[in-house]
């Protein structure tokens, strides 16, 4: 992995902390120049263009923390270039402790990410794992607090950061029923938690039961 730590990406000292002004397209047009970079990268080196998404996404939020959101652009644009980097990131053959770094490195930034920027990269937890069995131990580590997070007791209820990334750990481990149970302790009956247990459905075969589910 030597290569890939030497390697000299030019997009790492444009995303530096606070790099980006109130505009959002300097930002927009910087964030188009990674993900080119990256993918020229990807072609030649899965593993190389992985590493330089986990290092982007590291930088976006620092990045645009000034950057005006208002109008939805630079929303739309990281919403977006998340799902490439995301898929980027899956789809390497890294090693096993490489692939354990990255999440790491993503979790972090994910549980630092205060605007949030970076928020939809918990939606693609379960793929960026890289495999059943890793999304599962994931998933094992943080189902607990996700419980209580959901729990119909208002005293033991509340927000934890990574309950959508759980969510889709365990879609990806094929924990159908235990995603189902998961969401269906959620109060607040919330779409985007909701979404999961259709998700979940759809996993089991249920399809008709998927669409019941969703119009509830």
Same mark, same amino acid.
């Given at each position: 992995?030597?290569?890939?730590?030497?390697?000299?990406?030019?997009?790492?000292?444009?995303?530096?902390?606070?790099?980006?002004?109130?505009?959002?397209?300097?930002?927009?047009?910087?964030?188009?120049?990674?993900?080119?970079?990256?993918?020229?990268? $990807?072609?030649?080196?899965?593993?190389?263009?992985?590493?330089?998404?986990?290092?982007? @996404?590291?930088?976006?939020?620092?990045?645009?923390?000034?950057?005006?959101? &208002?109008?939805?652009?630079?929303?739309? !644009?990281?919403?977006?270039?998340?799902?490439?980097?995301? =898929?980027?990131?899956?789809? !390497? &053959?890294?090693?096993?402790?490489?692939?354990? &770094?990255?999440?790491?490195?993503?979790?972090?930034?994910?549980?630092?990410?205060?605007?949030? %920027? @970076?928020?939809?990269?918990?939606?693609?937890?379960?793929? @960026? +794992?890289?495999?059943?069995?890793?999304?599962? =131990?994931?998933? #094992?580590?943080?189902?607990?607090?996700?419980?209580?997070?959901?729990?119909?007791?208002?005293?033991?209820?509340?927000? %934890?950061?990574?309950?959508?990334? +759980?969510?889709?750990?365990?879609?990806?481990?094929?924990?159908?029923?235990?995603?189902? !149970?998961?969401?269906?302790?959620?109060?607040? #009956?919330?779409?985007?938690?909701?979404?999961?247990?259709?998700? $979940?459905?759809?996993?089991?075969?249920?399809? !008709?039961? $998927?669409?019941? %589910?969703?119009?509830?």
């Amino acid at each position: 992995m030597a290569k890939t730590a030497q390697h000299k990406w030019e997009f790492k000292p444009r995303f530096r902390r606070h790099a980006f002004g109130w505009r959002s397209q300097p930002a927009i047009q910087r964030l188009k120049q990674a993900l080119v970079e990256i993918r020229k990268a $990807a072609k030649k080196d899965p593993v190389l263009g992985a590493e330089g998404a986990v290092t982007l @996404i590291e930088r976006l939020s620092p990045a645009l923390e000034h950057v005006d959101s &208002s109008s939805g652009a630079i929303g739309s !644009a990281v919403f977006s270039a998340l799902g490439e980097l995301s =898929a980027l990131i899956a789809e !390497a &053959s890294a090693p096993p402790q490489v692939r354990e &770094s990255w999440l790491a490195r993503l979790w972090q930034a994910h549980a630092d990410d205060e605007i949030p %920027y @970076i928020e939809s990269l918990a939606e693609h937890w379960g793929a @960026i +794992c890289g495999s059943r069995e890793r999304a599962s =131990a994931w998933a #094992n580590d943080h189902i607990g607090i996700v419980s209580m997070a959901l729990s119909p007791d208002p005293t033991l209820r509340g927000h %934890y950061k990574g309950t959508t990334a +759980c969510f889709s750990a365990l879609q990806r481990a094929g924990r159908f029923e235990e995603l189902l !149970a998961l969401v269906d302790r959620d109060p607040s #009956n919330l779409w985007h938690h909701r979404v999961w247990g259709v998700r $979940a459905l759809v996993g089991m075969g249920r399809k !008709a039961d $998927a669409v019941r %589910y969703a119009e509830r």
